[in-house]
């Protein structure tokens, strides 16, 4: 599937998002920042990529942490996974969150996060007096014993 995408100005001479591997499920991002930043623990950060993309309508972006960074800094994203819609025009910017305990520096073109394209299911929602019942129930949090 092709995906058009539009380098920004501050993305210029970067590479375009790619699979790391042949069995990659994910494209690296690649932070466009012209200098480094630095993210200070419990501190976050919008990372611009310097790219905006069309998704095909019917699908989303999954933007996705990269374990390295979480295992080595403690870098996520606070809205794991987050979504670029079909519609959404705009740059492609990621939601970094230092849960480490020292400062992590992001400098340009450091892997900063993953894009998965997934098809997104749609649905009517139907209001009823009460739902069919389940072994489980209303069982929430915890209750299948994790």
Known sequence: MRVSVRVL???RGLPLPA???EGSSGMDLLAALNGPAEILPGERALVPTGICVAIPEGYEWQIRPRSGLGLSHGLSIL???GTVDSDYRGEV??????LGDQACRVKRGDRIAQAVLAPVAFCDLVEVAELPGTDRGEGGFGHSGS
């Open 19 to 21: 699979y790391a591997t």
């Open 79 to 81: 809205n794991s996974p």
């Open 9 to 11: 100005e501050h993305g």
């Open 93 to 98: 910017q990621v939601l970094l969150v230092n």
